[in-house]
């Protein structure tokens, strides 16, 4: 794959999110001060043309500004028990897609799960890096947890490649350089399972190459999909990207339910991008 396919991988995002303008039911803790950030994201998905946001708050917001603002031109629902309400307009249809927002993840993904009887949600992040679509996955951080797991993202992450025109070359990440053999028996472990996990993912024939611990050089080359050793160390990168170098992150879709769904973190600076991706996803699913 070259660079050019992940660079119009952005592109397509935003122009799926355009087509369809899909209704996106998107979460709103009033409890916490990123409430702001999410109430202006949906206004400015909206204003735009990227979708239709209808909030999923606990309780009303009193503050002059955003009471004229929600109501007006940001439908809110308001109950005691936000997330339901979430999984369940996302689960009956009455929303296309959904955005976790900056609701608490506690409850909800296990709704998530339970309501869609998946044990895990194999969430996949997509990143904007130097232009072009980098998925990394696992970034939950009970998911991933044996070789079973990644195969089954790695196959989940094809699909979602493919629906937005990414092309699909998969590094796998371990806790060494592949000469670090020998250093200490976790590194020995690591090393050794990621040479039997790209193994088994070239068996499967998908074009996957070992990077050991090198995160960069895989970045850096023509990865489009950034395979973490678990959903811990997939979190930490996300982390470090993301909340402390600013790149751009467009959400974390889960790649296992049927319908559109893309967590977020509670300590993004903007929700814009998560709503853009779900409408696109949307769109996607209806062959835009």
């Given at each position: 794959?070259?660079?050019?396919?992940?660079?119009?991988?952005?592109?397509?995002?935003?122009?799926?999110?355009?087509?369809?303008?899909?209704?996106?039911?998107?979460?709103?803790?009033?409890?916490?001060?990123?409430?702001?950030?999410?109430?202006?994201?949906?206004?400015?998905?909206?204003?735009?043309?990227?979708?239709?946001?209808?909030?999923?708050?606990?309780?009303?917001?009193?503050?002059?500004?955003?009471?004229?603002?929600?109501?007006?031109?940001?439908?809110?629902?308001?109950?005691?028990?936000?997330?339901?309400?979430?999984?369940?307009?996302?689960?009956?249809?009455?929303?296309?897609?959904?955005?976790?927002?900056?609701?608490?993840s506690r409850t909800l993904i296990p709704l998530l799960r339970s309501e869609f009887r998946k044990k895990n949600l194999c969430r996949v992040t997509l990143l904007e890096i130097s232009g072009r679509v980098v998925m990394l996955a696992p970034v939950g951080i009970e998911e991933g947890?044996?070789?079973?797991?990644?195969?089954?993202?790695?196959?989940?992450?094809?699909?979602?490649?493919?629906?937005?025109?990414i092309g699909y070359k998969i590094a796998v990440i371990s806790g060494g350089r592949l000469e670090d053999k020998g250093r200490s028996p976790r590194v020995d472990r690591m090393l050794r399972s990621s040479e039997s996990l790209v193994e088994m993912l070239r068996g499967l024939n998908?074009?996957?190459?070992?990077?050991?611990?090198?995160?960069?050089?895989?970045?850096?080359?023509?990865?489009?999909?950034?395979?973490?050793?678990?959903?811990?160390?997939?979190?930490?990168?996300?982390?470090?990207?993301?909340?402390?170098?600013?790149?751009?992150?467009?959400?974390?879709?889960?790649?296992?339910?049927?319908?559109?769904?893309?967590?977020?973190?509670?300590?993004?600076?903007?929700?814009?991008?998560?709503?853009?991706?779900?409408?696109?996803?949307?769109?996607?699913?209806?062959?835009?």
């Amino acid at each position: 794959m070259s660079d050019g396919a992940g660079a119009s991988a952005g592109g397509r995002i935003y122009q799926l999110a355009l087509s369809r303008k899909a209704k996106v039911a998107v979460g709103l803790d009033w409890g916490i001060p990123s409430s702001e950030r999410v109430v202006n994201s949906a206004l400015c998905a909206k204003r735009d043309g990227y979708a239709e946001p209808v909030l999923v708050s606990s309780r009303r917001e009193t503050s002059p500004h955003f009471s004229e603002v929600i109501g007006d031109e940001l439908p809110l629902i308001v109950d005691d028990e936000p997330e339901a309400v979430l999984v369940d307009l996302l689960k009956g249809g009455a929303v296309d897609a959904a955005v976790r927002g900056n609701l608490g993840s506690r409850t909800l993904i296990p709704l998530l799960r339970s309501e869609f009887r998946k044990k895990n949600l194999c969430r996949v992040t997509l990143l904007e890096i130097s232009g072009r679509v980098v998925m990394l996955a696992p970034v939950g951080i009970e998911e991933g947890d044996s070789a079973k797991d990644l195969l089954s993202i790695a196959q989940n992450c094809l699909k979602l490649s493919s629906s937005l025109h990414i092309g699909y070359k998969i590094a796998v990440i371990s806790g060494g350089r592949l000469e670090d053999k020998g250093r200490s028996p976790r590194v020995d472990r690591m090393l050794r399972s990621s040479e039997s996990l790209v193994e088994m993912l070239r068996g499967l024939n998908f074009c996957a190459e070992n990077y050991g611990i090198e995160l960069e050089r895989a970045i850096e080359g023509d990865a489009t999909l950034v395979l973490a050793p678990d959903g811990i160390t997939g979190n930490l990168i996300f982390r470090s990207l993301v909340l402390v170098s600013n790149v751009e992150s467009f959400g974390a879709c889960a790649t296992a339910l049927p319908k559109p769904y893309v967590d977020t973190s509670r300590a993004k600076g903007s929700y814009l991008l998560p709503i853009i991706l779900a409408s696109a996803l949307k769109a996607a699913a209806e062959g835009k």
